[in-house]
């Protein structure tokens, strides 16, 4: 089956600095990775996500990237804001289920 | 529209204890999932299922299980509680394949003591 990891497991950013999580994956049939921002005591919410014959997806502040031949992707998010501290799962998708497989998370905290 | 619905929002039970966790989606997903989220921890398949009548086990489904008898309902059964099983429980739905990402529910705080 397939195995998410992602790094780091926390992460520090002075507000308005840049923040990169990576994920690497191993099944080589994966074809979506989505990304999943979780506040604390609630549901993970997608922010962006990212399709296997992408090689980058932009919305606003967020941006991921997916290198196929190196089975990784990872999340860019810049100018960054207080409102950005959470905890962001990366997860990957493989089978006719749709069956998502969660990286361990990584939490985001933004300084003032 | 009120997308995925779980019920109940906590709960505490005592070992050897059962109970069954609700989930109600109205979106006319066929692809339903269970996950559970233990502290600082990220999100392990318990069970999933594709429609109706179809279900299968994911990565954690030992003591465990589910039912799917309508597109709208997906409860998950715990027999026998044990401590191991306290953790967060959240119930996701999903439409077509790889179309959209999942649509989770609010979750379930269940504490086993």
């Known amino acids: 089956g397939e195995n998410v990891e992602q790094h780091p497991s926390t992460l520090s950013v002075q507000e308005g600095d840049s923040a990169v999580i990576k994920c690497t994956y191993s099944d080589s049939a994966s074809n979506y990775f989505p990304w999943y921002k979780q506040e604390l005591g609630k549901r993970p919410q997608l922010i962006i996500d990212i399709r296997s014959n992408v090689g980058e997806k932009k919305d606003q502040r967020i941006a991921v990237t997916l290198n196929k031949t190196a089975k990784h992707f990872s999340l860019h998010i810049t100018e960054t804001q207080p409102e950005d501290s959470a905890v962001y799962f990366c997860a990957g998708v493989t089978g006719t289920a749709s069956k998502l497989t969660f990286g361990t998370g990584t939490r985001l905290q933004v300084t003032l | 529209n009120a997308g995925v619905t779980q019920t109940p929002k906590f709960r505490i039970l005592k070992i050897g204890q059962s109970m069954t966790l609700q989930c109600t989606q109205d979106?006319?997903?066929?692809?339903m999932y269970w996950y559970r989220q233990d502290p600082g921890m990220g999100l392990k398949l318990i069970y999933y299922s594709v429609g109706a009548g179809i279900t299968d086990k994911g990565e954690v489904p030992n003591g465990y299980n589910v039912s799917r008898s309508t597109t709208e309902d997906f409860p998950l059964r715990l027999e026998l509680a044990a401590p191991s099983q306290t953790s967060v429980y959240f119930c996701?739905?999903?439409?077509?394949?790889?179309?959209?990402?999942?649509?989770f529910g609010s979750g379930t705080r269940l504490t086993v003591v």
């Open positions: 979106m006319n997903h066929n692809y």
């Open positions: 996701a739905s999903s439409g077509q394949t790889d179309k959209n990402g999942y649509t």
